[in-house]
Nanobody
């Protein structure tokens, strides 16, 4: 059974950092892309960042460039999203999702999703 489980969210002050983890099971991560998405209250879910099966990294939101870094450890079956210099507008539920090989920013193109982890940036 394919599963994705996010962790690492929480409450952080502006300017702080968090590292989100997406632990996978039930499939061979080597052949899959993992995307990170977020959904703020009252807004649509948006793609944040993605890493392909070959390690190509993409950022889909201009405001996170230079602050968020995605990485993967296939041996640990885990993908990470390092988030630095967090801002209140980064507050959202963050989800990871997977699809074969290639990245996409479209939520409809992902086959499996985690349950999400809340990130709140507030003083």
């Amino acid at each position: 059974q394919l599963q994705l489980v996010e962790s690492g969210g929480g409450l952080v002050q502006p300017g702080g950092s968090l590292r989100l983890s997406c632990a996978t099971s039930g499939f061979t991560l080597d052949y899959y892309a993992i995307g990170w998405f977020r959904q703020a209250p009252g807004k649509e879910r948006e793609g944040v960042s993605c890493i392909s099966s070959t390690g190509t990294m993409l950022n889909y939101v201009d405001s996170v460039k230079g602050r968020f870094t995605i990485s993967r450890d296939n041996a640990k079956k885990t993908v990470y999203l390092q988030m630095n210099s967090l801002k209140p507008e980064d507050t959202a539920v963050y989800y990871c999702a997977t699809r074969r090989y290639y990245c996409s920013r479209r939520t409809s193109e992902y086959d499996y999703w985690g349950q999400g982890t809340q990130v709140t940036v507030s003083s």
